[in-house]
């Protein structure tokens, strides 16, 4: 049976603040699905609630992986479960190197069950395949000896990001802006990377400002977000639509939603 | 884990130095010949002994008389230790109205409780040396309540005229090598009491020194273990010749984590003119002991001194740990590990001394901490008015891990010359939660990232040091500890 991943209803709050209204999303893995929307429309949100980040308060509604609901679940388990998330500004942590890290974090993710201190997968084994896959990425031998995002550029960010994905192989990703800060051949790169990294074997929820993503990786269904509620769902021609002509048809056929887009805009910058 | 058990059976030091219970006194120090590989496993020791119930040696006038009595030491030797003795009794316990002891109370301590004990147990089990795993040594010693129960140097190196062992007893052997050094330059005993009371009673201990463009590429080790209720008052005595080179590693540990006891030190470090010295210092005594140290080194000429020490243990800890760079060209770099928990308070002194010009020093301190614990670091670079084109840099980065640590950073700088690059700097924080998220969403568990990111805030110390046991064991001693962060 096809995984299946399905947002219905979704309200998130932070501090206090609706930012998503009632989101209903509903993937299969081995589909892509682009979430498009304009500056504040609660797409980044939608994501760090899929991983259950502290701050983001679900208050209705539900996350569903294969039907059983994540909420309940943390962070941890939900990666373990096979979901992930490409942060759109990734975490520095200072003096722990990129090969520790990910060879913790595909260790756990591959053996969910494994406890604290229990075995990690064997070095030699890990090494290769950390290699081969730095070199599929076209990505230095030397990256895997930093520390994990600590000094990076913005590019080099995103470029670890599309690793941890290649290794971690999760069902289900959301790709929150992985193509941005990268120069024009370096999203082409990225773009390829997640085409053959992702598309056939996960399912892809990619959020994204750029044509190039999306042209190397077209959405079964394009959705677009507006004031915390999704407005609109089509196929590839309405990410088309959306990166030519922008959202203002958007804007002005949903005028509600666009006033409540404003709004959390308005608040952010108060904050 | 790393409390593996030796077996260790022996007879007392003290006990034939006071003449209580001991039947004979076959010579138990020195059991090991200079063939021997030296292998932290299990030393053995099987000279039985029986004693009588033991009795404490208090530290008073008609102890010190019988003490120095049963020392048998050179002339010139006793004579410092009377004058330490008589420091002693001339000076108060430090207060809280001394700006070194103003956050560091020391009214629960009292010196009445303990005293060198006459007879320690027969048999005990050390616990596992941490910093020499698997590494070949040139020397080790190995004391318990101050009395020395191994003391070994490799011949290879003996032949090349290194000395090392047990202090205490080389002391007497080579006076002319230890004599222009042993607290003249590198401690003072009028310092404060505990300074007195160390240089009047000071017994074990160690010795390393090096003669002149002698160079050993086999760290040597030294161990300290206490029992419960035990005192140590070791000294510590590096001399490096000119252009020498060595490494010594120490470490200190009770018997039991959780025993009291004291320990009133001090160690000397005399860097001769381009030589070079690595010496590691872990201090991992249980959480029930007091540790008092003066600590110092002397720089020579272009000497280099990396030193790196690790507070881990102890129920409260004061040190001062003293560089002074007496020697045009002189480099030293100081690493501070510092782990605390549960109501240990650390305490940790340093000054970094530019006597003369061209020097460069470089020290930092690392500290994290978590329940009720408390640290306070107070460095001071102090540089002299001809110390010209001195390079030196101080730095002490705090973590806390609960609400209730406190941890008090006073950094420091007197300078005399107008010639100089000094500069300093502290942080304080907890572990921001971002970081957690982004590790819990790759799958840790939130202790592994909270485990991970304290390891990841030391390793900035970890890449400096080169000595991979070393790097490794003080990694693991700290992974250890870190426990549920909220």
Partial sequence: MTDTLEIAGLHVSVEGKPILRGVDLRMERGETHALMGPNGSGKSTLGLAVMGHPNYEVTAGSIELNGENVLGMSPEERARAGLFLAFQRPIAIPGVKMADFLRHATTNVRHPERKEGEELIPMRDFRKELKGKMEHLRMDVEFARRYVNDGFSGGEMKRAEILQLAMLQPKFAVLDETDSGLDADAVRLASESIAEIGRAKMGLLIITHHDKLLEHNPPDVTHVILGGRIVEKGGPELAVELYQHGYDRIRSQYPEAEAQNQQMIQQEETV | ?486
């Fill in chain 2, 1 to 486: 884990m790393f409390h593996g058990a030796c077996s260790l059976i022996f007879e007392s030091m003290w006990a034939r130095l006071f003449n209580v219970g001991v039947e004979s006194a076959p010579d138990s120090i020195e059991r090991f010949t200079d063939t021997d590989r030296i292998a932290f496993g299990c030393p053995q020791f099987n000279q039985k002994k029986s004693m009588q119930a033991s009795a404490q040696i208090a530290f008073d006038d008609a102890s010190f008389s019988a003490f120095l009595a049963s020392r048998q030491e050179p002339e010139w030797l006793a004579t410092q230790r009377r004058q330490a003795w008589q420091a002693f009794g001339e000076l108060d316990w430090p207060n809280r109205s001394h700006e070194e002891w103003l956050r560091t109370d020391i009214r629960m301590f009292g010196l009445q409780r303990y005293g060198l004990d006459s007879s320690p147990p027969e048999s005990v089990e050390l616990p596992q040396p941490q910093l020499a795993a698997g590494i070949e040594l040139g020397g080790a010693t190995v004391s318990l309540d101050s009395s020395s129960v191994k003391s070994q140097c490799e011949a290879r190196w003996q032949e090349r005229g290194v000395l090392f062992g047990d202090l205490g007893k080389l002391v007497s052997a080579h006076p002319e090598k230890i004599q222009p050094h042993l607290m003249r330059r590198a401690f003072d005993v009028n310092y404060d009491r505990f300074a007195a009371l160390h240089g009047a009673w000071w017994s074990g201990g160690t010795l390393l020194y090096v003669p002149r463009g002698v160079v050993v590429d086999e760290p040597f080790h030294a161990f300290s273990a206490i029992t419960d209720g035990g005192v140590d008052l070791g000294h510590t005595l590096v001399i490096l010749e000119e252009g020498a080179e060595a490494t010594l590693l120490s470490e200190t540990a009770s018997l039991n984590p959780t025993a009291g006891g004291m320990h009133c030190g001090g160690v000397e470090l005399v860097v001769g003119a381009g030589a070079n010295l690595r010496y590691v210092n872990l201090q991992d005594w249980a959480t029930g002991v007091w540790h008092f140290s003066h600590q110092k080194a002397v720089l020579g000429q272009d000497a280099n001194l990396q030193w790196t020490i690790a507070a881990m243990g102890s129920r409260l800890a004061k040190v001062n740990q003293h560089v002074g760079m007496v020697g045009p060209g002189a480099n030293c770099q100081v690493n501070g590990v510092m782990f605390a928990e549960g109501r240990q308070h650390l305490s940790y002194h340093t000054l970094q001394h530019h006597e003369v010009a061209s020097c460069h020093s470089d020290f930092l301190y690392k500290t994290a901490l978590q329940d009720r614990a408390r640290t306070v670091w107070r460095g001071m670079i102090k540089v002299d008015p001809q110390a010209q084109r001195t390079d030196g840099y101080q730095r002490n980065d705090n973590l806390l891990l609960s609400t209730s640590a406190r941890a008090d950073s006073i950094p420091g700088l007197e300078i005399e010359a107008d010639d100089v690059r000094c500069t300093h700097g502290s942080t304080t924080g907890k572990i921001d939660e971002e970081l957690i998220f982004y590790a819990m969403c790759r799958g840790f568990s939130r202790r592994e990232a909270v485990r991970m990111i304290v390891t990841g805030f030391f390793q900035k110390i970890f890449d400096r040091i080169t000595i991979d046991s070393v790097r490794q064991a003080l990694g693991l001693a700290i992974a250890r500890k870190v426990r549920e962060y909220d």
